[in-house]
């Protein structure tokens, strides 16, 4: 069962360059997230969706856009990197109607130079 | 605002000892509470939730955790802990806003276990 899965696992970007970061899931969940994780910091919600072709600015959208075209992609885009995104990056999925817990990816580290 | 607390970035116990990690959360309605823990290089992963009911949930790998409404806290327990349980532990509620499900995670709490 793959459940979750986000490629890249590494990455390193130079100010101003661009890069989209995927999410793939193969349960059939509504419900996709972007989360950042920052040293003290915890997760912070970047953009949701709740199903395909919806998305939702989440606590620290700027910087970053996201497209559901397809229900079990969620693609996170950054269109001019900045050292401040230097960042873990975490998807997760969940299903709409029991929405008991969040399946997350193992995580993207990005650093920008 | 709603809100999640650790008051420990980190802690250190003893191979054996027992563990209680501190949550607060501050939410107006009845809160869905969630325990995470992360391992080295990898995703989230639940250890437990309380939703309604028994406030003594049970958890994955021995884990425990105690909802007390009186003072906004669902603390997290295990008896004897194992190598094994070094990992970073989150607390989150879930709240239902603008139509949808969010979750608000604490700032985590680091476990560090000594042989």
């Known amino acids: 069962n793959a459940g979750v899965t986000q490629t890249p696992k590494f990455r390193v970007l130079k100010t101003g360059q661009s890069m989209t970061l995927l999410c793939a899931q193969d349960?059939?969940?509504?419900?996709m997230y972007w989360y950042r994780q920052d040293p003290g910091m915890g997760l912070r919600l970047i953009h949701y969706?709740?199903?395909?072709?919806?998305?939702a600015k989440g606590e620290v959208p700027d910087g970053y856009n996201v497209s559901r075209l397809k229900k079990q992609n969620f693609l996170l885009g950054l269109e001019s990197a900045a050292p401040s995104q230097t960042s873990v990056y975490f998807c997760?999925?969940?299903?709409?109607?029991?929405?008991?817990?969040?399946?997350f990816g193992s995580g993207t580290q990005l650093s920008v130079l | 605002a709603q809100s999640v607390t650790q008051p420990d970035i980190h802690i250190t116990v003893s191979e054996g000892a027992s563990l209680e990690l501190r949550c607060n959360y501050s939410?107006?309605?009845?809160?869905?509470l969630f325990w995470y823990v992360q391992s080295p290089g990898q995703g989230l992963q639940l250890l437990l939730k309380?939703?309604?009911?028994?406030?003594l949930v049970q958890g994955i790998k021995g884990f425990e955790a105690e909802f007390k409404r009186s003072q906004s806290s669902f603390n997290l327990r295990k008896p004897s802990v194992h190598w094994s349980d070094a990992a970073e532990y989150f607390c989150?509620?879930?709240?239902?806003?603008?139509?949808?499900?969010?979750?608000?995670f604490g700032t985590g709490t680091r476990l560090k276990v000594l042989a």
């Open positions: 969706s709740v199903g395909e072709g919806t998305t």
């Open positions: 989150a509620v879930r709240r239902f806003t603008s139509g949808t499900y969010k979750y608000i």
């Open positions: 309380y939703f309604s009911g028994d406030t």
């Open positions: 939410y107006g309605a009845t809160p869905y």
């Open positions: 997760a999925s969940s299903q709409f109607l029991t929405n008991e817990k969040l399946f």
């Open positions: 349960m059939n969940h509504e419900y």
